[in-house]
């Protein structure tokens, strides 16, 4: 009985990457390495692209939602007086690969603005450098246990608030 299983087994090809015959006289095809347990636990992180230092620019209308967090907003303050006083606050958002300034006009949006909470926003106009946010634009929350993972570097090299001369543009 014994001798048969043995002949039957040899008979079967064997899986590849366990074979113990030698494969000199075999055809050669190319094979993936199989993945290992250990190896699967020793993956190194990829290394980060370069962080940007300044921020990402975008121009003209844009429809589709981005997911950003929110790094910080400003007060809100009074500009074109003159027009009748409007008013606008500034902020910066990021993704987890590059920031944003944006310059919102819709003051009552202000408090989807909080720092570190994840929002999408759309309908929004690329100008001179900043995301612009007006009332016909559309700004929502994001699922609560939606994370993002913005590096400290990233957050470090948006820290700038713009110029009031810059934001006036």
Avoid at 107 to 114: A, T, W
Wanted: proline content about 8%; aromatic content about 8%; hydrophobic content about 35%.
């Amino acid at each position: 009985m014994r001798t048969q299983v043995s002949q039957e087994q040899s008979q079967l090809p064997e899986p590849s990457g366990t074979s113990t015959c030698p494969t000199e006289n075999l055809p050669q095809t190319p094979q993936m390495p199989l993945p290992t347990p250990s190896s699967s636990s020793l993956t190194k992180k990829p290394r980060l692209k370069a962080v940007p230092k300044e921020a990402s620019r975008e121009e003209g209308f844009q429809s589709g939602p981005k997911e950003v967090m929110v790094l910080k907003a400003t007060v809100q303050f009074a500009y074109a007086v003159s027009e009748g006083e409007r008013k606008m606050f500034h902020a910066t958002v990021a993704t987890e690969n590059e920031f944003f300034q944006v310059k919102v006009f819709a003051v009552s949006l202000k408090g989807k603005f909080i720092p570190k909470k994840v929002i999408a926003i759309s309908d929004y106009i690329g100008c001179n450098g900043f995301l612009e946010i007006y009332n016909a634009s559309s700004v929502s929350d994001v699922n609560a246990d939606r994370k993002m993972e913005v590096s400290k570097r990233l957050i470090k090299n948006s820290n700038a608030t713009p110029k009031i001369i810059h934001l006036y543009s």
